[in-house]
């Protein structure tokens, strides 16, 4: 048999948002794919500070941060930060508006003070504003934004009330940055990523493809939110979470049940991974 890479999305795809424990489903499908000979990657916006409590479930690497920071084993094959002048751009223009940020380093995260506060008063159904709301809650390692001391950054997260407080932003960063913004529910917050055009979710897939010499027809990609795009775009297969954005859901080669109806195991059995 081939050899099968597969690619995990964490929040809303491997674990209920803002959690740090799979399903038991979850991690026997894991398990009985890898004893086959398969590979299992974590791919996900997290920064490695918030999938590191993930790592003791055995995965064969990563694609964090969207794709600034990839590695296969203990090897890290690719490592790509903000520039300083990027990073103070970003937090001048957003800050300006009265957007919300937290800022992600690979091993630190800073947030808005005020950010806790702004989340109480949003709506439900957002797998990435559910994850902030129990990482503040939980206190995974998100620092105040006071406390920031200039070290490298990946990614820019951002939360406003309306799509218009985001111009200034865009007309300064939008040639180096894709403005990614989720789907979002009635009553909720607009919330999304800044991230780096030099990298996303697909090209590190395709990053661990070359490196392992593995043809991207024998990857598969899980995901549930519109930051998983460029996975579902590249991988050889794709599969939607049905807790997942209906945009997703329609560019998907499958649909596979919620997180919390042992989804990644049923999916697994439907391609034959386990």
Request: aromatic share 8%.
């Amino acid at each position: 048999m081939c050899e099968k890479l597969i690619f995990l999305d964490i929040d809303g795809t491997l674990t209920t948002a803002g959690s740090n424990v799979p399903p038991d489903s979850a991690l026997d499908a894991i398990r009985k794919t890898q004893a086959k000979g398969n590979k299992v990657f974590l791919c996900t916006g997290r920064n490695y500070a918030m999938l590191s409590p993930l790592l003791v479930y055995g995965f064969d690497g990563m694609v964090a941060g969207a794709g600034g920071f990839v590695t296969v084993g203990d090897e890290v094959i690719f490592d790509c930060p903000m520039t300083k002048e990027q990073t103070e751009a970003a937090l001048d223009t957003l800050h300006r508006h009265g957007v919300f940020c937290t800022i992600e380093a690979k091993d630190i995260t800073y947030g808005d003070e005020n950010l806790g506060d702004f989340l109480a008063g949003q709506g439900e159904g957002n797998s990435e504003i559910e994850r902030w709301r129990k990482a503040l809650s939980s206190s995974l390692n998100i620092h105040p934004m006071s406390e920031y001391d200039g070290r490298p950054i990946y990614k820019v997260v951002i939360m406003c009330l309306r799509d218009e407080q985001l111009d200034e932003a865009r007309a300064a960063l939008e040639k180096d940055f894709n403005f990614c913004i989720q789907e979002v529910s009635a009553h909720s917050c607009l919330n999304g990523e800044l991230i780096n055009r030099k990298f996303d979710k697909g090209r590190g897939i395709l990053r661990i493809c070359d490196y392992l010499h593995v043809p991207v027809e024998d990857t598969y990609g899980f995901g549930d939110s519109m930051n998983d795009l460029e996975m579902i775009q590249t991988v050889g297969t794709s599969v939607c979470m049905e807790n997942g954005a209906k945009a997703l859901k329609e560019i998907s080669d499958i649909v596979c049940p919620a997180v919390e109806d042992d989804g990644l195991y049923k999916a697994f059995e439907q391609l034959e991974l386990i």
